[in-house]
């Protein structure tokens, strides 16, 4: 099903509508993130608690601070690139410096857009403001902001 909360504001919208929006999305929520910060080439989000059971260490699951800083790469880039096009990850590469113990800042940077790929970066920093974990990435951005054949629920249209 696809999340109708997605579709992003007009490029050149105020930001209080782009945090509405980063807020918004179901995923946003479902990995407890609160986006405080979005604008064009860099936005700020806060884990301040783990949606799922911590580690034996008591750190935030690595897989989860994965796909969060995923979210934050698609949040910044749809941010930075003009309204009809949405992106989709290409890559995503990480770096664990520290356990991400919570709660814990997610730092995203739009590093170079081009024609079809936009670079970003994630740092994530915890309580105390060390780095725990870089993840690095590109974004492959496309012309189309819904799959073709799909109805607004996610299923394929059927004739």
């Not at 301040?48 to 601070?65: C, D, E, K, Q």
């Not at 990480?94 to 024609?115: C, T």
């Not at 902001?145 to 394929?156: I, N, Q």
């Amino acid at each position: 099903m696809i999340d109708t909360a997605i579709t992003p504001p007009r490029p050149g919208a105020d930001e209080r509508l782009w945090l509405d929006w980063a807020n918004g999305m179901a995923v946003s929520a479902c990995l407890g993130l609160e986006c405080t910060r979005i604008d064009v080439g860099r936005a700020s989000f806060v884990m301040a608690a783990s949606p799922w059971p911590l580690n034996p260490n008591g750190a935030v699951h690595g897989g989860l601070v994965l796909a969060a800083a995923d979210h934050c790469f698609g949040a910044v880039t749809v941010r930075s690139i003009s309204g009809d096009r949405l992106p989709v990850t290409a890559t995503l590469t990480s770096e664990f410096h520290l356990p991400n113990l919570a709660p814990l800042a997610f730092d995203a940077q739009v590093d170079r857009i081009g024609r079809s790929l936009a670079f970003v970066r994630v740092a994530v920093y915890d309580a105390e403001g060390r780095l725990t974990t870089k993840v690095n990435g590109a974004m492959a951005v496309g012309a189309l902001a819904r799959p073709s054949g799909m109805d607004v629920e996610g299923s394929p249209h059927r004739t």
